[in-house]
Structure formats: structure tokens, C-alpha cells
């Protein structure tokens, strides 16, 4: 999801190698959101606003949480400070509504076939 993303970034810079990249120390964060499965199907009731702004909500506070340990160690490989939505330089909150989308995908995926989508 990184990679396609960052390659998006890429493309509208003009950039036509398309270009993505991601860490390593990505795939541990990311994988994570599978720890959130039983509460993908606790909120599931919630009309969708409230759970993607939930969700939206979680992303941030697991990106900054990993962040924060990884900027202990000074691994983290990102680093918002350029940007002025930045929080502590480890989230963006112009990223919300892009983790809004992210965590109804990761919702969709971890019920799947459990219930319908609301």
C-alpha cells in the first residue's frame, strides 16, 4: 500500500519511473492492524463516518506510538517535521482522510466474509 502510494506521489511530481519505496521496519507496522480484527467487527455497527474516523484515529496513535520507538532507536524512516500538520514530526494530520479510506479497507479485509458491509 506504501509503495503504491509513494508511487502515486511520483507520478503527480512528473516522475515516471514511478518510483515507490517503503522500510522494512514497514511491514511490522502495517501487519500489526491485524491485532485490531475483533474490534473491525465490534464497530461494524457504527455507521461508517464514526468507524473510519475511528479507525483514522487508531492509525495515528499506532504510527505515532512506532514512531516514537523507532525514533528512540533513530530507525524511524519517516519524518513529517517539513510539513506544518505535522505532530512531533511522526504523524500528519492531513493524512486522516487517507486513513479514514486505509481503515475501512482493513476492515473489509479482516471481516471479510463475516458480515455485510453497513
Not at 37 to 66: D, V
Not at 78 to 103: E, S, T
Amino acid at each position: 500500500m506504501e509503495i503504491l502510494y509513494t508511487a502515486m506521489i511520483a507520478l503527480r511530481r512528473r516522475q515516471l519511473s514511478l518510483r515507490g519505496h517503503t522500510s522494512l521496519w514497514m511491514f511490522p507496522i502495517y501487519g500489526s492492524v491485524c491485532l485490531f480484527a475483533p474490534a473491525f467487527r465490534t464497530l461494524r455497527s457504527l455507521p461508517l463516518h464514526i468507524r473510519g474516523s475511528l479507525y483514522a484515529l487508531f492509525i495515528f496513535a499506532g504510527e505515532y506510538t512506532s514512531g516514537r520507538l523507532l525514533t528512540l532507536r533513530k530507525v524511524c524512516p519517516w519524518n513529517y517535521g517539513q510539513n506544518p500538520w505535522h505532530v512531533k514530526k511522526l504523524i500528519r494530520l492531513d493524512y486522516f482522510p487517507q486513513w479514514f479510506l486505509a481503515g475501512l479497507l482493513f476492515e473489509r479485509i479482516l471481516t471479510q466474509g463475516k458480515h455485510k458491509a453497513v
